[in-house]
């Protein structure tokens, strides 16, 4: 379906959740300037919650996420209080403005904690925050999912939980250190449809020993399942910035060309069976929220990938969690130990971040229309990147300051998107291919 072309995939390159991406963040910018932002919401804003909880029972080898393992009954406790006590903080400093729309759970695993402090964390969400009426989702690791988890989340109203499943070929789940047979993801989605709560699968191409049979396979499972939302990302090894990545062995993931064709297969696999495509590596069934957001020119894109949330601030909660306004971009201190003194302190944790100019923030509209509406209006008062080879190989097209993505380019976007970022250097080691 896709032509492949090697030259213009050799340049690792953000996923571009944000502009400037994290690679940008400095010291210089942290609590000061979130402080800053909250006193200046405006009563009735809207606003979005992102909580994290960094923490698995299982530490998967392959995982680029900041989380930690779930082993001591005291840890658990320490973060959940102190999460709550951030949670008041930020209440308290919003002082009643803003009213919270959207609400995720994420991590590592939030069904990591017990069961009665998930419950403990949204309860203190609704007491310190406008949130009765916040759309619900949560982050989950299958295999820690039963029955009262479900129900309760049932009972406490949210509306979508998304499971970490990433592959169901039993060899290729040993060598990323993720196993978790099919029907117990099986038993979990049926026990979701029967609360009322939609899924959402995440899965992964490029993994080691992983044959494009092996991927087929994979979705041929996930859709008979028919989860409401798919992402299926392109495995990224970076071992020298994640040590866990080290029990994978490098020669054993396959080649960038069977990486592409993997992805060619899964695009044509998902929408095949009814799925519209939102963006290159995301698929959702035409009555979801992405998928409508995509027809009618609502989708963008935040810390959580794609997204049909239209609020311009996002707060983030808990170790390295990150906060976005307009104008700025904190995260809040990483490590839970140093995270927790802060907090304990009554300080808020932001501890590095970016000031977004008017130029990043020009910048910004147009990677972020590239990659969900395929165009952007670049305009004629600033200078064209050289698109040259884009344009050459019909990727893309040049109208009067307007740039136009060809069904081909949908592979290529991120590389595309990539011209447009001032900070992006040549060597850069720190991100992933783009596909």
């Keep these: 379906m896709w032509t492949y072309y090697p030259d213009l995939l050799d340049r690792p390159v953000p996923r571009y959740t944000s502009y400037p991406t994290a690679a940008q963040f400095g010291g ?10 909250l006193d200046k919401v405006e009563k009735g804003s809207a606003l979005s919650l992102y909580v994290h909880i960094p923490y698995c029972h299982d530490i998967c080898w392959y995982c680029g996420c900041n989380t930690g393992a779930a082993n001591r009954v005291q840890r658990l406790t320490a973060y959940v209080e102190s999460l709550e006590r951030e949670i008041a903080t930020v209440a308290r400093r919003l002082n009643g403005r803003g009213r919270v729309a959207r609400i995720a759970f994420g991590g590592g695993s939030p069904n990591s904690l017990p069961l009665v402090d998930f419950v403990r964390l949204l309860q203190q969400l609704l007491l310190c925050f406008d949130a009765h009426h916040a759309e619900l989702s949560v982050e989950l690791d299958p295999r820690r999912i039963d029955a009262q988890w479900i129900a309760t989340m049932a009972a406490m109203g949210v509306d979508r939980v998304n499971l970490g499943v990433q592959t169901f ?14 029907d117990m993801v099986e038993r979990a989605v049926d026990r979701f449809a029967a609360a009322g ?19 087929a396979a994979t ?43 993997m992805a060619a297969d899964g695009h044509a696999m998902l929408t095949g069976a009814g799925y519209d495509s ?16 995509t027809r009618e020119g609502r989708l963008r894109r935040n810390f959580q990938g794609f997204t049909d949330d239209p609020a311009d601030i996002l707060l983030g909660l808990g170790a390295s969690a990150i906060s976005q306004f307009p104008d700025l971009i904190v995260q809040n201190e990483k490590q ?86 001032a900070h992006l250097q040549i060597a850069e080691r720190r991100f992933s291919q783009a596909v």
């Design 278 to 293: 939102i963006g290159f590596d995301h698929f959702a069934l035409p009555h979801d929220g992405l998928a409508r957001a």
């Design 219 to 261: 979705l041929d499972a996930s859709i008979a399942m028919r989860p409401a939302r798919i992402a299926l990302f392109g495995y990224a090894h970076m071992p020298r910035l994640l040590p866990r990545q080290r029990r994978i062995d490098a020669s054993d993931l396959p080649d960038l060309a069977t990486r592409f064709a």
């Design 336 to 421: 839970a130990g140093p995270w927790r003194e802060r907090v304990d302190a009554g300080q808020l944790s932001a501890t590095r971040g970016t000031i977004r100019t008017p130029e990043d923030r020009r910048r910004g509209r147009i990677i972020d229309a590239l990659l969900c509406r395929g165009e952007a209006h670049v305009g004629t008062a600033h200078p064209m990147p050289d698109l040259s080879r884009f344009e050459q190989l019909g990727l893309i097209r040049l109208s009067e300051g307007r740039i136009i993505l060809t069904r081909d380019a949908l592979p290529y976007a991120r590389s595309i998107a990539a011209c447009f970022d």
């Design 197 to 215: 709560i939609a899924t959402g699968f995440d899965l992964m191409y490029g993994l080691p020993s992983q044959t494009p049979e092996d991927l």
């Design 28 to 37: 210089n910018i942290g609590a000061m300037e979130l402080a800053a932002r």
């Design 169 to 182: 070929t039993p060899h290729v789940q040993a060598r990323i250190g993720r196993i978790q047979p099919r």
